[in-house]
């Protein structure tokens, strides 16, 4: 039987590279997102009926709650939500640094708890953590990423008993919809930037990171592993 996946941020860049990647293995996806228009251009981009598809704030407990009890159970659960920071524990804002962990961290948490009891058995959530950056200058966004990592091993435990597999994928600085807001130029210089550092000498592609989803999604076996997808950026 066709295994459903729900992506929540799946409109984003990662979202649709891991869903086009799923529909070409015969998977059903159904895209979560913020924005309608962004909605509409990515089913348009993946031809998905207008059914497999939500605009909501998936921050929000009352509107994930409705959106669950209308929904059929799903088989598997990808959260893209999270989001970037800079700034070190004295540097950034207070504010700042709780609003990154709130959006990585408590996000993804409120939306285990209340997508848990729509997966089916055997299923899988994956969340996505982060490689790269230092504590003194991106404070939140590495505790963030810190907490989905554990939060993630005690999932895989909490929920073995119903079989389902709990994994996060973890990408460095990639070129997606994370930084709309820059110009080119600055893209550009963030890319540079970000290449000088990494191992491998160049930033990853979108796709090369939603192989990293698919892989820990289709994969039976892989369960409570944070995937690195990042070409080694946090080897000394
Ligand atoms: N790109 C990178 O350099 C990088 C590096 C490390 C980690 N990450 C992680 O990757 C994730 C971002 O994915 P991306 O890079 O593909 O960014 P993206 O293109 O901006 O996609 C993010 C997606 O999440 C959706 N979204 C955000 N908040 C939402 C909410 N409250 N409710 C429903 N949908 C929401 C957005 O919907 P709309 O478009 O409608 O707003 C969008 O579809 C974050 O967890 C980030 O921390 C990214």
Redo the contacts with the bound molecule.
Sequence with gaps: MTEHVLL?????????ATAKRLLAADYQVT?????????QA?QAELHLPADQGA??????GDQLRDFFDHQPAFDHLV??????MAGGFLSADLATIRRAVE??FF?NLLLARLAVPHLNCGGSLT??????GSPATASG?II??QAINTMVAGLARELAPKKIRVNAV???????????DLSPRDRTVAEGQMASQIPLGRVGT?DE?AQGFAFVITNGFINGQVVKIDGGIDLA
Excluded: E, Q
Aim: proline letters at 4%; zero cysteines.
């Design positions: 929540i941020g799946g409109t984003g860049s990662f979202g649709r895209l979560v997102g913020k924005h309608r228009d962004r909605l990515a605009v909501l704030d998936a921050a929000n959260s893209f939500l999270g989001g970037a959006d990585k996000a969340f996505t953590s982060g490689s790269g966004a963030g990423n973890s990408p460095t600085w990639t070129p997606t919809g994370l930084w709309r979108v990171v």
